[in-house]
């Protein structure tokens, strides 16, 4: 079965750090969204895009936070510089269409010292 | 931001037992989808209630949808120790530019052997 590639699992970085994290998701999906998990709480969608286009990027915190999906397949999320609030998970889902059912990579747990 | 809240935060049961949970919302929806985290890991979507539906089965989970009083409840049926995870609610609006799921906070069920 088809599954959202992520990496990489686990990530510790320093402060002030850039970090960037990697998602293929499954083959034909048009829809990829990246969710931003903190310990205890659901995911909240940082970025979502529509092929290559971005089409909600309400949530994300621009002045830090960069999200890119050039060709409309696999997609980055940068953040430059890290700071201690982002330790959190970074989930990666992808969609065949906007609205469609959502399935998510295992994620990249993010720990910034 | 969260939309959803979920009730109760935490639930440990005997495997052979039911598990509920329950999930009120705040606006109106198109359909409320609920998932399960295990430990740090992806979410798994488990079933999808449009806002016209008041009930769906899928194998042991029953989800009932109450749009008045903007409530979910998902019933586990003879828990196994297999379904100790996370289990969230989400709800989402599709039309013109919102397209999106807001998750709730989660319940933690523990089932124990």
């Known amino acids: 079965e088809a599954e959202v590639a992520q990496s990489p699992r686990y990530k510790i970085t320093e402060k002030s750090q850039a970090v960037a994290f990697w998602c293929d998701p499954i083959s034909g999906h048009a829809t990829l969204y990246w969710y931003r998990q903190i310990l205890g709480q659901g995911p909240e969608l940082l970025v979502q895009f529509q092929d290559e286009s971005v089409v909600d990027d309400s949530q994300l915190p621009k002045d830090r936070f960069s999200a890119e999906r050039l060709k409309g397949v696999d997609s980055t999320l940068k953040i430059q510089p890290a700071e201690l609030g982002d330790s959190a998970m970074y989930l990666c889902?992808?969609?065949?269409?906007?609205?469609?059912?959502?399935?998510f990579g295992p994620g990249t747990r993010l720990t910034v010292l | 931001s969260q939309q959803g809240e979920e009730d109760p935060q935490a639930l440990s049961i005997q495997e052979g037992e039911n598990a509920t949970m329950n999930c009120s919302y705040k606006t109106s929806i198109n359909n409320l989808q609920w998932y399960r985290q295990n430990s740090g890991r992806g979410l798994v979507h488990l079933i999808l209630?449009?806002?016209?539906?008041r009930e769906k089965h899928s194998g042991r989970l029953r989800v009932t949808l109450d749009t008045s009083k903007k409530s979910s409840s998902l019933l586990i049926t003879a828990s196994r120790a297999a379904d100790t995870a996370s289990y969230f609610c989400a709800t989402a609006l599709y039309g013109g530019a919102t397209n999106k799921l807001i998750f709730g906070t989660g319940t933690l069920l523990a089932v124990q052997p």
């Open positions: 889902a992808s969609s065949t269409r906007r609205g469609g059912t959502q399935y």
């Open positions: 209630i449009r806002s016209n539906e």
